[in-house]
């Protein structure tokens, strides 16, 4: 088990900003790993950059395969992308808030079909957010709706379960949804600053953090995943770091990140004479003059800078992704 900071190994990180598409990312949201550790990144880019959204591929070794998808409203186009996932035939599936629509593509990155529309009713969407497969089904996380909604892999609608509010059971704008190795149901209660554990049937079974900055409090959790012990990887989002708490709940540890720069990062400021120059004169401040934790990561450039998602491989490795930075953080446990 886990107990302090140091014993997660930093290992490397992917990553670099690509406001204008090509190698890199632009303000990513989610990730997915394939069984052959292939990684796709979903990009959301901005508005004023038009070819900076869409999905990735690259590989933990630093490769950039290509990409899927562009800014546009057509299939297999995208505007807000915000949740990745793939199912066992190695199909992908992408949610946009904007459209709210889920996407399905093919092995290949070719668009097969799309379903969803604005709206509250079955079948029906408001800012479709985290992904899970689960028992040949997509769960989807309907965030602005405050539910969880059960689909085929064709888009045919199953089920719905949840409601807004504060009480056990209740949500207020979820975000990320993974699952344990027993098969039960996390959802990132976003605004409500907890995890809450289900069953798949969504029936409530444990509530987990409350808010504040202070160990095992979360700030607008925005995902989690959970190891084969049933540790919970908790991307504390609105408190700039990873928390790791144990399966009551109990607080195990705390990282605030730890990259250095990466291959990608250093093949471009060895052809950029100026960028390289400035870089090497600057003083980095490691004590800024502020409280604020969301200006401490922008400024200190090894720490998560809004993490977003946190996702663990075959391996149990860790990924990080960071929207704020553009790239995604890999540890290990010194004691897996």
Not at 32 to 38: E, K, M, P, V, Y
Not at 70 to 84: C, D, E, V
Not at 147 to 163: A, L, N, P
């Amino acid at each position: 088990m886990v107990t302090s900071a140091k014993e997660l190994q930093y290992v490397t990180n992917v990553g670099f900003c690509a406001d204008f598409g090509g190698r890199g990312f632009s303000l990513p949201t989610s990730m997915a790993i394939r069984s052959d550790g292939t990684i796709f990144v979903a990009s959301r880019g901005k508005p004023s950059t038009a070819g900076s959204n869409g999905i990735q591929i690259v590989t933990a070794d630093h490769d950039f395969i290509g990409q899927i998808g562009t800014y546009n409203s057509a299939l297999g186009g995208m505007m807000w992308p915000t949740s990745i996932v793939l199912d066992e035939d190695e199909n992908l599936y992408l949610a946009d808030e904007f459209y709210h629509r889920i996407t399905k593509f093919d092995r290949d990155g070719n668009a097969i079909s799309s379903w969803g529309e604005k709206g509250s009713g079955d079948g029906q969407f408001n800012q479709p957010s985290g992904m899970l497969v689960k028992d040949g089904n997509l769960m989807i996380v309907d965030s602005r709706n405050n539910r969880i909604q059960t689909y085929s892999f064709d888009g045919e609608f199953i089920s719905q379960w949840g409601e807004k509010g504060t009480q056990e059971g209740q949500f207020n704008l979820p975000w990320g949804i993974s699952e344990d190795s027993e098969g039960y149901i996390y959802i990132a209660d976003w605004r409500n600053d907890r995890i809450q554990k289900f069953t798949t049937d969504g029936e409530f079974v444990l509530s987990i953090g409350e808010s504040g900055n202070g160990l095992g409090q979360f700030n607008r959790p925005a995902h989690m995943s959970i190891d084969s012990k049933g540790n919970i990887y908790v991307a504390d989002w609105g408190n700039q770091r990873l928390q790791i708490v144990d399966s009551r709940g109990q607080f195990i540890t705390s990282h605030r990140g730890a990259a250095d720069l990466n291959p990608w990062s250093v093949e471009y400021l060895s052809s950029q004479d100026d960028e390289r120059r400035a870089r090497e004169s600057f003083v980095p401040i490691y004590e800024p003059d502020t409280e604020d934790v969301h200006e401490i990561s922008a400024r200190i450039e090894p720490y998560f800078w809004d993490p977003v998602a946190v996702h663990l491989d075959e391996n149990e490795r860790i990924y990080v992704l960071e929207t704020g930075r553009h790239r995604f953080q890999i540890f290990e446990s010194l004691n897996s």
